[in-house]
C-alpha cells in the first residue's frame, strides 16, 4: 500500500525550462512534506519542505506547490541546469512528533544541455 | 562533521550466509533510522530508533531482519539468512528530530550499502 506515489518514474527536460515533479498522497493526516534529492551512489539529500498550512515555499529556483483538497504536492525547478540531473523523492510526515517519513518511488529527472 | 557513515558499501554474498551492515550517526543526533531502497518501492522505513532504543520496527520485513543500536554512536542491520530479495540499497539516516530551531524534519543520510545475494 503506496500512500505516497510518484507516478512517472522519469522526466527529461531541455537545460534551462522548466522542471516539474509531481506527488500525490493518500492519506489526509499527513501535514509535512519534503522533497530530497539523490545523486548516483550517493544518499538523498534535503531539498525543499513545506507544512500543511501553506500551498507554496520558495527556495531559490526550488518551488514546492501543495494542493491539500487534491492530496498533491509539485516540485518546480527553474530554469533547469545540468547538474539537477538526479532522483526526486516526494516524503511525507504525519503530526509532529511521529518521525516516519514516508518516501515515494523516486523520479529520475535528467536535464538535457 | 563527517555526517552518517555507513559500511560496507558494497556487499556481495550468498544466499544462506547472515549479512551485518552498520552506521555511524552525526554525533549529538538522537533519531536514527534504517530505510531500504527498491525500484518497485522506493525508500521504505525499516526501523527507528530514539535514543537508542528502538520505537516503530513495523517496517521490517521479517524475522529474519534485525536491528540493534547499543549506543548513540553505532547501529547495526542484521540479515540472517539472507535471500536474493533482500538486494537492494540499505540507507542509514541520522536527525535532531522535531521541535526547537530544527523541526524541518531533515534527515541526513549516509551513502548506502548496496547489497546484493546471490
Known amino acids: 500500500d503506496q500512500q505516497v506515489k510518484q507516478n512517472s518514474p522519469s522526466l527529461s527536460v531541455q537545460e534551462g525550462r522548466i522542471s516539474i515533479l509531481n506527488c500525490d498522497y493518500t492519506?489526509?493526516?499527513?501535514?509535512?512534506f519534503l522533497w530530497y534529492k539523490k545523486y548516483p551512489a550517493e544518499g538523498p539529500t534535503f531539498l525543499i519542505s513545506i507544512s500543511s498550512i501553506k500551498d507554496k515555499n520558495e527556495d531559490g529556483r526550488f518551488t514546492v506547490f501543495l494542493n491539500k483538497s487534491a492530496k498533491h504536492l509539485s516540485l518546480h525547478i527553474v530554469p533547469s541546469q545540468p547538474g539537477d540531473s538526479a532522483v526526486y523523492f516526494c516524503a511525507a510526515s504525519p503530526p509532529q512528533g511521529a518521525q516516519k517519513l514516508v518516501f515515494g518511488q523516486g523520479t529520475r529527472l535528467t536535464i538535457n544541455p | 562533521d563527517a555526517g552518517v557513515i555507513q559500511s560496507p558499501r558494497h556487499e556481495v554474498t550468498e544466499m544462506g550466509q547472515e549479512v551485518t551492515l552498520r552506521c555511524k550517526p552525526i554525533s549529538g543526533h538522537d533519531y536514527l533510522f534504517w530505510y531500504r531502497q527498491t525500484m518497485m518501492r522506493g525508500l521504505e522505513l525499516l526501523i527507528y530508533?530514539?535514543?537508542?532504543?528502538?520505537?516503530?520496527d513495523s517496517g521490517m520485513p521479517e524475522d529474519r531482519f534485525s536491528a540493534k543500536m547499543p549506543n548513540a554512536s553505532f547501529s547495526t542491520l542484521k540479515i540472517q539468512p539472507s535471500e536474493p530479495r533482500d538486494s537492494a540499497v540499505y540507507f542509514c539516516?541520522?536527525?535532531?528530530?522535531?521541535?526547537?530551531?530544527?523541526?524541518?524534519?531533515?534527515?541526513?543520510f549516509g551513502e548506502g550499502s548496496r547489497l546484493t545475494v546471490l
Open positions: 492519506n489526509s493526516m499527513f501535514d509535512y
Open positions: 539516516a541520522s536527525s535532531l528530530g522535531w521541535g526547537g530551531d530544527h523541526n524541518t524534519g531533515e534527515l541526513f
Open positions: 530508533f530514539n535514543n537508542n532504543v528502538p520505537i516503530d
